[in-house]
């Protein structure tokens, strides 16, 4: 094992870290449990080409960890997981995402899987195929996951129109009542997530800008929103008063901070700050910056209440996102620190108070060992 791939497991702080491989058909994947103390892990399954296992690693060991504070937040009664499956050429994707499924099963419920880059509704049936502890998008689910998103973010970015518009003219102090009108939102990323997003700006009167190399699904946001398209390249020096990253994350470090033309920033990418000391950076700009696992947690609290009570109605708690955001905002405003600064104590806090005891599932779940 490389000095690298063991600094990269420096300070975790995981229940359990599983590397599976099966080199007949290229299949390589980290599984990372970061807390079941409250109920299972929810976490999804990212397809990436990583440079190496060191990447990949840290990529689950952040990802999960923020799954975690997404479920302590909201109030889920769960915990957070994530699996990197490292895409390349020789990778049989199919046989690869059944034998993930086929580990996730034998897990018993401890770990339920999802969407997240990579992993659509193909690669969603294909572990299906060998586990009941995933979240489809199909009937057996618990409906759109991108909506589910883009709506709790639409519900942040009313949260920060609320807490800039007395002070900031370019933000409307009663969202909620008069719409959106005018404001200029920036979406970089028109997945599942920034084109629900998209629409529902559009609804609400807002000027929608988006940053999208998918050529194709830019040109069908201009068709049917009148999305104003902007080169992708140069999506953080654009004005805008909000800019709404929808990609990847890690967007956000020492060399990109100072490009930044926006007032306040609200995204569904996770991990968005290469790493927390950038959040005092952003502060410091005086750029209102909605933590990422805060607002973008609209699809964990439809899946995991779901697989958790099978109820498919979801929209109030995940409107309730906004109200959250408020007083976060309210509070790092009295206390003179970065909300996402304050979001990390308070998630840290909440899970340091529930971890007294392990949660194991039912015993009674019949699991075919080596399905």
């Given amino acids: 094992m490389s000095l690298a791939f063991l600094e990269a497991l420096d300070g975790a702080e995981h229940e359990q870290i599983e590397i599976l491989q099966d080199p007949a ?3 390589y994947a980290i599984v990372a449990l ?36 997404k479920c302590v937040m909201a109030g889920v009664p769960g915990g957070g997981g994530k699996t990197v499956l490292l895409d390349h050429p020789e990778l049989d994707a199919e046989k690869g995402y059944q034998r993930l499924g086929r580990f996730v099963e034998n897990l ?14 193909r690669e969603l049936a294909w572990i299906g195929a060998t586990t009941r502890f995933v979240t489809r998008p199909d009937a057996t689910g618990p409906g759109d996951l991108g909506r589910a998103t883009a709506r709790g973010l639409f519900s942040g970015i009313r949260a920060v129109c609320r807490h800039l518009g007395p002070r900031d003219a370019r933000f409307p102090t009663e969202p909620d009542a008069q719409g959106l009108e005018g404001l200029r939102v920036l979406i970089q990323g028109l997945g599942e997530v920034g084109m629900n997003l998209a629409g529902m700006l559009h609804e609400a009167g807002a000027r929608v800008l988006a940053a999208e190399v998918d050529a194709d699904r830019l040109g069908q946001a201009v068709d049917l929103w009148g999305v104003e398209p902007v080169p992708h390249e140069a999506a953080l ?26 007032a306040a920033i609200a995204g569904s990418a996770n991990n968005l700050l290469a790493r927390p000391e950038v959040a005092r950076m952003v502060h410091d700009r005086g750029v209102l910056l909605a933590p990422d696992y805060v607002v973008n947690s609209g699809a964990l609290i439809l899946g995991a209440n779901f697989h958790l009570t099978g109820d498919r109605d979801q929209d109030a708690a995940i409107d309730r996102i906004g109200d959250e955001l408020l007083t976060l905002f309210e509070r790092a405003e009295r206390e003179g620190l970065p909300p996402s600064e304050l979001a990390d104590r308070i998630a840290s806090e909440r899970l340091h108070a529930r971890r007294g005891a392990p949660w194991f599932p039912a015993a009674d779940l019949d699991v075919e060992a080596g399905r």
Avoid: K, Q
Wanted: aromatic share 8%; net charge positive; with cysteine.
């Fill in 25 to 27: 058909i290229g299949f």
């Fill in 34 to 69: 970061h807390d079941t103390s409250a109920g299972p892990a929810f976490g999804g399954v990212r397809r990436h080409r990583y440079r190496n296992g060191a990447e990949a690693l840290r990529d689950a060991l952040l990802l999960s960890r923020a799954m975690t504070y």
């Fill in 108 to 121: 018993g419920g401890r770990y339920y899987t999802g969407p997240d880059i990579g992993t659509g509704p």
């Fill in 237 to 262: 020096e654009t004005d805008c008063e909000l800019w709404a990253p929808c990609a990847l994350g890690g967007l956000l470090h020492d060399l990109t901070v100072g490009r930044l033309r926006c």
